[in-house]
């Protein structure tokens, strides 16, 4: 994949230096400063260090480290012999341990940690991303539909009142499954 990403990084950069060529031929040296300055800022940019940059780089390594401190855990759990195949990353690690272990303990077979650091951030993220684009369309269907706003939020104070939400309410909100269901299918097709 690196290698990929340089072969089209150095294309990338062959033909910005024919198109500058070119320009700086066209216009006989008129406009050659632009141009070069022009270059100078699509590459050296993106090295840089703006404070958002920064920001975001600081909050990756925050990210990766706090995943990495989990997998650790459950890596030394699974070495116990206690087994977590409950959620996303338990199978993930499970099955990349027994893929190693298939081939004779080989690190080149399976995934690398920061290989399952990025599985873990990428679910995470398109989690986050369907989570919020499920509600934001909930609340534009039931916005449309006050009736069934008006239903939903009669149920959920029936079932609820003035008390959180716990996950034993959550399976007698019938109203509220089926406005979710009718939303996904609204959304699937």
């Known amino acids: 994949m690196t290698n990929t990403r340089t072969r089209a990084t150095a294309i990338r950069i062959q033909i910005v230096w ?18 070069i300055s022009f270059i100078i800022n699509m590459h050296v940019s ?5 404070p958002t940059k920064m920001k975001m780089r600081a909050l990756d390594k925050e990210m990766k480290n706090s995943i990495g401190v989990i997998i650790e855990k459950r890596e030394k759990a699974m070495k ?17 341990r027994m893929e190693i272990q ?16 990025s599985e873990c951030k990428l679910f995470y993220v398109a989690g986050q991303e369907t989570t919020a684009s499920l509600l934001v369309w909930a609340l534009i269907m039931l916005s449309r539909y006050p009736e069934w706003q008006a239903r939903a939020r009669e149920e959920v104070l029936h079932v609820f009142g003035k008390q959180n939400p716990n996950f034993d309410g959550l399976s007698q909100l019938k109203t509220v499954c089926i406005t979710c269901f009718h939303l996904i299918i609204f959304i699937i097709y």
């Open 80 to 96: 116990n012999g206690e087994s977590s195949n409950e959620d996303l990353l338990g199978i993930l690690l499970e099955s990349n």
């Open 46 to 50: 993106r090295y840089i260090p703006t």
């Open 102 to 117: 298939g081939n004779g303990n080989s690190k080149s077979v399976g995934m690398t940690i920061e290989d399952v650091i």
């Open 18 to 35: 024919k198109l500058t060529y070119l320009s700086l031929v066209k216009n006989k040296y008129k406009s050659h400063k632009l141009v």
